[in-house]
Nanobody
Framework: QVELVESGGGLVQAGGSLRLSCAAS????????MGWFRQAPGKEREFVAS????????YYADSVKGRFIISRDNAKNTVYLQMNSLKPEDTAVYYC???????????????????WGQGTQVTVSS
């Protein structure tokens, strides 16, 4: 089993920045990809960004490209999401996700991931 614990959410004004963290514990040795998703009220959970655990390749949703940066610290089993130039439409609960199966080329679907964190609220005021 794997446990994911997110932190770093909060309230910020439009144009501001926040940094989310997600620490993984447990049977993390088979991690292939970690990602961030978000879910706004009344909407489906959507892909934000992901990173390959080996090699560090990164992938972003078009809506956050150029504003958000995903990174990882393999030694700490932690993934980060630096969010800059935040907009009110970024308001959502942000979830960390981990894929324990081998990477097969897909990374933006919820079914690509095996474990999920509890979520952290990000609110951007206008």
């Amino acid at each position: 089993q794997v446990e994911l614990v997110e932190s770093g959410g909060g309230l910020v004004q439009a144009g501001g920045s926040l940094r989310l963290s997600c620490a993984a514990s447990g049977r993390t040795f088979s991690t292939s990809v970690m990602g961030w998703f978000r879910q706004a009220p009344g909407k489906e959970r959507e892909f934000v960004a992901s990173i390959r655990w080996s090699g560090g390749s990164t992938y972003y949703a078009d809506s956050v490209k150029g504003r958000f940066i995903i990174s990882r610290d393999n030694a700490k089993n932690t993934v980060y999401l630096q969010m800059n130039s935040l907009k009110p439409e970024d308001t959502a609960v942000y979830y960390c996700a981990l894929r324990a199966r081998p990477y097969i080329g897909t990374y933006s679907r919820t079914l690509d991931y095996d474990y999920w964190g509890q979520g952290t609220q990000v609110t951007v005021s206008s």
